[in-house]
């Protein structure tokens, strides 16, 4: 009979070393659409927590176009894009983002992938062969790092912000196949990367300059091209990555690059070939969410958004606590050890609002913090009951651990 007790009594030992280090995550269920009011585990709450900047999750007209493709186009794709899942709303969504992209990345084309974290591993895989060297910066999104992996190509960190550093990485290097990959909102840190300066060494060293703009694609830029219009950057040699589930409030990717840049990850990216294709309803709901962006009212969206980080920031003065330097709609406010940081996230919890409390490995050790993000769904007077919640907080810590 099989008996797999101590393979179960390893995991279990983990386990509790994960409890007892404060590391333990649970996922908390929802029970209605995703927007800023909640009910989560039975409780109503008010969320800050999520990435859906622009408040599209739940717009009825994006809702309804997925309806709308649903019955156009069937639930599923039934196969990958190269056998016979690559439906007339993927290519039309390619070619919508290409055109909406197109005056930053005048001859780009557009990938669409499930997700982001493919995208990036497809990325880097595919344009990182064996002899290649990819140069990661130090805050990249773990699907960089694990793209980074798959490539198995030489693999040097950069400091944050360090073009120094990164610039005497390039020089030394011999490789003919230069990757430069970073975030281009980063996101536990939320502030956007020196792209321009970035550029300008791939363009001197003749690197890729590989942007995964998750945080940026629909928030940043008048019209909501992302870190590219905000930072007028524009280049062959950049390789776009914008998701789809965060602003654009679906889910999935693209990839915005060089047509032949493209052409070669349809032939040899594996994370791109061997899956199935997102239902095309899924491209065509996101046809609707890009009107919306793109347009007077996703404009309209964008200042909201801005207001309201402005607002939060003007209101969080606090002691010890600090919020970090951050224009975009993530606003971290560092508070130092898990314990402290999971007591915060708890009370906060207790007040009605939901905000992430992120540890180490997912920030460095030592600046374990709450991760604010905004949405243009939220209000002044939403934002501000949030920052007294915050203030509020933490004095009853401070005074707890001063007696
Ligand atoms: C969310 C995120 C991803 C992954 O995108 P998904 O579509 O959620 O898989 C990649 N990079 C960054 C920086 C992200 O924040």
């Known amino acids: 009979m099989a008996d797999a007790s101590s393979l179960l009594s390893g995991l279990q030992q983990k386990l509790q070393a994960l409890e007892q280090q404060h590391l333990i995550r649970r996922r908390r269920e929802v029970a209605t659409p995703h927007a800023p009011r909640m009910t989560v585990d039975g409780q109503p709450l008010l969320a800050f927590c999520s990435n859906d900047y622009l408040g599209l999750a739940s717009d009825a007209r994006v809702v309804e176009a997925l309806r709308e493709g649903a019955l156009r186009y069937g639930a599923g794709s039934g196969a990958s894009h190269l056998i016979s899942g690559h439906s007339a709303a993927h290519a039309a969504l390619e070619e919508r983002l290409a055109d909406f992209l197109s005056p930053c990345m005048p001859s780009a084309r557009a990938l669409y992938f499930s997700t982001g974290y493919m995208a990036n591993l497809a990325v880097l895989s595919a344009l990182a062969g064996r002899d290649a060297e990819i140069f990661s910066e130090e805050l990249n999104h773990a699907s960089l790092i694990d793209g980074a992996r798959l490539a198995r190509s030489a693999l040097r960190v950069y400091p944050h912000r360090d073009l120094q550093q990164l610039e005497a990485l390039l020089a030394q290097s011999s490789a003919h196949d230069k990757l430069v990959v970073t975030d281009g909102v980063f996101s536990m840190d939320g502030d956007i990367a020196p792209l321009r300066e970035l550029l300008a060494l791939c363009e001197r060293y003749q690197a890729w300059l590989v942007v995964d703009d998750a945080h940026g694609f629909g928030v940043l830029g008048e019209h909501g091209r992302g870190v590219l219009e905000h930072l007028a950057l524009s280049s062959p040699q950049l390789v776009y990555v914008g998701t789809l589930g965060k602003a654009a ?138 920052a007294e919640a915050i203030l509020a907080t933490e004095l009853h810590s401070l005074q707890e651990a001063s007696p």
């Open 249 to 386: 409030g679906v889910a999935g990717a693209f990839v915005a690059a060089h047509q032949t840049v493209t052409e070669w990850l349809v032939q040899r990216a594996r994370p791109y070939i061997y899956t199935t294709a997102a239902p095309p309803a899924v491209a065509h709901a996101l046809l609707a969410s890009l009107d919306i962006i793109g347009s007077d009212e996703g404009r309209q969206r964008r200042a909201q958004l801005a207001l309201l980080v402005a607002r939060l920031r003007e209101r969080l003065q606090l002691k010890q606590w600090h919020v970090l330097p951050s224009d975009t709609p993530i606003q971290p406010v560092v508070i130092g050890d898990n314990a402290t940081t999971m007591a915060t996230g708890a009370a906060l919890l207790a007040r009605g609002f939901w905000v992430g409390a992120i540890r180490p490995p997912t920030v460095p050790a030592g600046s374990a913090r709450l991760r604010i993000t905004l949405s243009a769904a939220h209000t002044v007077g939403e934002v501000d009951a949030l």
